[in-house]
């Protein structure tokens, strides 16, 4: 891997040319579209959270997204999509039915994710926020951040329905929207179900969604797919402890109270659960 030592760790407030340097790779990956100065004001702070959470580092692991830029941040600003962004992640045989009696639109939402997943979408060309299998879920908005377009046409194509029947494509304005209903948990508040969203909150009003394909028995290891992770649809590893932007949940299936005593019941332990573990990077 290249060293980046020499390169400094940038801040919110900082201004210097690497600054310009930052701006300019995270506007190759579709992520800004703001100024090329060397400033690092608040809408900055937002798109480097975004890339830190939808990206992993040179260990495997997902970036801490503290809006930071250290050595694994700018490690992965330099290798942002492709063989360095797979998780590796250990895929069960998809004959086999691990959900047990989870509801219908779980299942659904849950086949259809990894359909998308084993299909191999990602953005073409790299960076660019289209192609492929993307411009199907930004079909009428045009070239976007797509992490929450890919969740609303999911929903959309196995119910029927827009999520709360809304087109989201804008992430915090989709929590809200669920909050209000009451469809929407802190993460303190309820433990999630594979088919439910996890949502995290970032700077500048920027967001970013995913849909949990499976958990541990406490669910506090969670796996996702995620759209606009390293330019693709993704399957990933999530530890809720070392997710401290994780606002919560998004139970949109009505059965909430079903779903607190689920979890429980899915796998009797973390090695039971058929993606937690990854092969050797």
Request: aromatic fraction near 10%.
């Amino acid at each position: 891997m290249s060293d980046f030592k020499s390169y400094p760790i940038l801040r919110r407030g900082d201004a210097n040319p690497y600054v310009v340097i930052l701006k300019s790779i995270l506007r190759s990956q579709g992520l800004w579209d703001g100024t090329s100065s060397n400033m690092f004001g608040p809408k900055l702070l937002g798109a480097v959270q975004y890339f830190q959470n939808t990206h992993i580092g040179p260990d495997g692991e997902y970036l801490d997204d503290d809006g930071e830029v250290g050595q694994d941040t700018w490690w992965a600003l330099h290798n942002p999509s492709g063989r360095e962004q797979r998780s590796n992640i250990i895929v069960p045989d998809s004959t086999r039915d691990f959900y047990g009696n989870l509801a219908k639109t779980r299942k659904d939402l849950i086949r259809l994710l990894f359909k998308e997943h084993k299909a191999g979408v990602r953005e073409i060309p790299d960076g660019s926020n289209r192609g492929d299998g993307v411009d199907k879920y930004i079909v009428g908005v045009g070239p976007s951040p797509w992490c929450c377009f890919l969740q609303s046409w999911a929903w959309r194509e196995i119910t029927g329905q827009w999520p709360l029947g809304t087109r989201h494509g804008h992430v915090q304005t989709f929590w809200r929207a669920a909050r209000e209903r009451g469809v929407a948990f802190l993460k303190n508040e309820y433990s999630p179900v594979p088919g439910d969203f996890l949502v995290w909150r970032f700077a500048d009003g920027t967001g970013h969604i995913s849909c949990a394909v499976s958990t541990n028995m406490n669910a506090d290891k969670i796996n996702t797919i995620g759209g606009n992770e390293g330019n693709r649809v993704k399957l990933g590893l999530r530890t809720v402890a070392a997710e401290p932007r994780l606002a919560g949940y998004i139970n949109l299936h009505g059965d909430v109270k079903q779903a607190k005593s689920w979890t429980k019941t899915l796998f009797s332990s973390e090695k039971d659960s058929p993606f937690n573990s990854r092969n050797t990077r």
